[in-house]
């Protein structure tokens, strides 16, 4: 319990509300994972370190929505943290990997992005009963014993495309703010009207 | 015994931290928060009982707030607006920057200057979070590189690292998330000039030190780090000493080495070890391993070699670690020479840095997952 002398520090406050917000619903992460609508079994896992042979994972409650399409995912506490040999868990990828890209592929593309390696920031949506790992902040202290394929159950979505554009619409909108429609309206027209200019110099 | 331990004998009485801290002193948190990193920095004071702080990554949210409410409650930290004139969330990874979207919601606007991160954006839920706060947030952000220089009072801080070569190649697969950090070196005191009625004069401060942040960044990131900031030998001729030019510049030195990567391999080499010569350095890490085995044994060599070189006397042997000033957040106080028993852990490392070029080291004996209690403060003497 804080004392006095503390008295003119700022209260916690916590975090947007999770449960009463609406999940992020990419089309083919609903199809595949959350056709009857459970998306707290979906989770959202990012290699997050690779050491050494050790891949450093966290594996988060899957993210919602709030009032301005931005993802939530929770305080810290609520993503767990896993260590696992990286090579046992590509093992389990080349299993059940199923790529999520946006624009089409042939069949030699889609296959490269099935088996390729790992990297720090490549992200899977999977469905998962009883999350593994440790609660809390920062890293496992532990050994990296966890075998993934206890836990990662086929189809898991390699959703890494779609969660590198999130996170980078997230970082310019945080950086850069955001325009509504106003200012789109305004540059729209800016545009249309240099266009216009360009054309007519080129007549 | 194992090299991280320490012997009771090297810890003094419980108690007097808070009396041990002189305004005039900047005080420096590496809280044990595990396998991460959070670090708090109570910059010196700049009116009576008022202190601005920085905070340099946050991971276990509620352990920081809880050791800033102490400070508050024991007076040490004063009102004053806003608390935390600077935060920075070092690189992305999720054992640095966990709870910054805690700390940045709770502190706000008020009492939050600014956040510096390194531009280098990653897929994690932490990452996200901590940016979603940022942009409800009107504050100074900057992502610096290699050569911002910013001052906060009497605390001037250059950024080491990421150098400008790294930094514009952060969106590609081709940087890795290590070697995005933001290395700080914090000078202090910074203020040379001193001001009697209408003479100033422009001081030439022997007692400055240094503390060197040195984030995850790996050995990729201190070879260009090496080359931005060259040590200058001082060039003492006849002219240059009338001029009084020519001093020399050794922008390495640096009294307070925070460890990078956890002491990681990966995260330093000799030379750079050499070139900033600490009195102190601190390892953030889980005691007995982890998933990584972090502090690696070849960095702890190259740890000690660089501050008490033998390699060409192999007869002679490295003092222990903590009688190097080399320190570890998972450190155990064991007593006993021939048969070591277990005391409790070392935890959270508090350095009191002073003008005149004191440092005193205290700790605080507790577990990542325990609060720090600062009655239970005890200072640490290297014999040696």
Known sequence: MAGKGSAWLPKRRSGPARAKLKPWEPPEVAKQLARDGEWDKVRYIVVDELHEGVAGLVVSPWPRLDQRGRLVFGGEDESRRVATPASVLLKVLRQTRLPVVRKEVDEETAEKLRVRRLAIGDTFAARIEEPPGEPGGGGPGGEPTEDPGDWLKEPVLDITADALEAARTQMSAAVGGVFGEELLETIGAEIAEEDAAAGEEEA | ?384
């Open chain 2, 1 to 384: 015994m194992p090299a991280t331990d320490v012997d009771t004998k090297l810890l003094g009485k419980t108690g007097g931290f808070l009396a041990a801290c002189r305004p005039t002193d900047l005080v420096y948190f590496t809280l044990n928060v595990g396998d991460g990193d959070t670090q708090l920095l109570l910059l010196p004071e700049h009116e009576k009982g008022k202190r601005y702080c920085m905070v340099v990554d946050c991971i276990r949210a509620e352990k920081l707030f809880k050791l800033i409410e102490d400070l508050a409650d024991t007076g040490l930290l004063g009102e004053v607006e806003p608390l935390l004139a600077l935060v920075v969330a070092t690189h992305p990874h999720d054992d640095h920057i966990s709870g910054m979207a805690a700390l940045l919601r709770r502190f706000g606007n008020e009492h939050i200057g600014e956040l510096w991160e390194p531009g280098y954006y990653h897929t994690s839920g932490a990452y996200i979070e901590m940016m979603r706060e940022l942009e409800d947030l009107d504050i100074g952000h900057l992502q610096p590189a290699g050569g911002t220089t910013r001052y906060l009072d009497q605390v001037r801080l250059t950024v080491l690292a990421p150098g400008i070569v790294l930094r514009n190649k952060f969106d590609s697969y081709g940087v890795n998330i290590n070697n995005a950090s933001i290395v700080l070196k914090i000078d202090f005191p910074a203020a040379r000039i001193l001001e009697r009625g209408p003479d100033r004069t422009l001081m030439r401060l022997g007692s400055t030190q240094t503390l060197i942040l040195g984030g995850d960044a790996q050995t990729h990131s201190w070879g260009q780090v090496l080359t931005d900031f060259p040590q200058l030998g001082p060039a003492s001729t006849a002219v240059t000493d009338a001029l009084r030019k020519s001093g020399g510049t050794t922008p390495l030195d640096a009294q307070v080495f925070k460890v990078p990567h956890h002491g990681s391999k990966h995260g330093l080499n000799l030379e750079l070890v050499e070139a900033i010569h600490p009195a102190i350095s601190i390892v953030s890490s889980v005691h007995a391993g982890g998933k990584y085995h972090f502090p690696h044994d070849v960095t702890q060599a190259a740890l000690r070699e660089a501050i008490d070189p033998i390699s060409s006397k192999p007869e002679d042997h490295h003092k222990p670690d903590p009688e190097l000033n080399i320190l570890y957040t998972a450190s155990r106080e064991v007593k006993g020479a021939r048969k070591p028993t277990d005391v409790g852990p070392l935890g959270t490392v508090g350095l009191l840095v002073g003008t005149g070029g004191r440092q005193e080291i205290w700790r605080f004996g507790d577990e990542p997952t325990d609060d720090v209690d600062l009655s239970k403060g005890r200072p640490m003497r290297p014999e040696g």
